[in-house]
């Protein structure tokens, strides 16, 4: 049987090394699927309403900056409150040590017991990340509390969110800048290639085939685009 990774020592260092460095393809896949989601439904609106190309560049540059940018910061925001909310736990852990040890070491206690430590190896365990203040705060934070030992940095996540957004957004509103004729076909299709390739790059992180992935992806994608192309030619008559 073919394993995912080798198990020597040295391929175990490195690999554990890797795993433990900040992640930011969530924010490219976040990104990325929303951007070409958000665009693509006001072009296909645009487009039902029987608009010109050139109201649909201008609403869809609009939309790149304007979305792109809340989305970028609501992630920035969202990663910046974790890392805070470690800092001011890790504070807490650190005051209830240094006035509460007995207590804390029987909360460590207790933890390592419901993971079926017993007798001498509980409390040689017990005795040795308490021997380290550091090592018992990172244990409490992340056995109490739940919280990532590996925090992304909130300007590259904020960063990574904003350029897939538009470069995935961009692609909707390419055959209008253009131009070339049947310019909705062609910005369903590539768009539709969009959403099948991230999600297809998703599949990397989960248990689904990359095809069965892409397929999802793309279906809910174009599901959207068809509800907003539905909606703004229903609407036509307003504009």
């Given at each position: 049987m073919e394993l995912e990774h080798s198990h020597d020592s040295d391929a175990i260092t490195r690999r554990l090394a890797e795993e433990n460095k900040p992640n930011y393809i969530r924010d490219w896949v976040y990104g990325g699927i929303d951007g070409a989601v958000t665009t693509f439904a006001i072009v296909a609106g645009v487009v039902g309403a029987q608009l010109s190309s050139g109201i649909i560049v201008i609403l869809g540059l609009a939309n790149l900056l304007a979305d792109g940018f809340s989305m970028a910061a609501?992630?920035?925001?969202?990663?910046?409150?974790?890392?805070?909310?470690?800092?001011?736990?890790?504070?807490?852990?650190?005051?209830?040590?240094?006035?509460?040890?007995?207590?804390?070491r029987e909360e460590l206690r207790q933890i390592l017991e419901?993971?079926?430590?017993?007798?001498?190896?509980?409390?040689?365990?017990?005795?040795?990340?308490?021997?380290?203040?550091?090592?018992?705060i990172d244990t409490m934070l992340s056995e109490e509390y739940g919280l990532a030992s590996t925090l992304r940095s909130p300007w590259r996540?904020?960063?990574?969110?904003?350029?897939?957004?538009?470069i995935c957004g961009a692609v909707p509103l390419t055959p209008f800048v253009l131009p070339v004729s049947n310019a909705l076909y062609w910005a369903t299709g590539l768009t539709g290639v969009v959403f099948f390739l991230i999600g297809a790059v998703k599949a990397r992180w989960a248990l689904a085939p990359w095809w069965r992935s892409g397929l999802e992806t793309f279906l809910v994608g174009m599901l959207a685009a068809s509800a907003a192309y539905v909606v703004g030619y229903l609407l036509r008559g307003l504009a």
């Open positions: 609501s992630n920035y925001s969202g990663t910046k409150t974790e890392i805070d909310d470690r800092a001011r736990l890790r504070e807490v852990e650190k005051k209830h040590i240094l006035h509460a040890p007995e207590g804390e419901a993971k079926g430590l017993h007798g001498n190896a509980l409390k040689e365990a017990v005795d040795t990340i308490t021997d380290n203040h550091d090592v018992w996540s904020g960063l990574a969110t904003f350029a897939s957004f538009c």
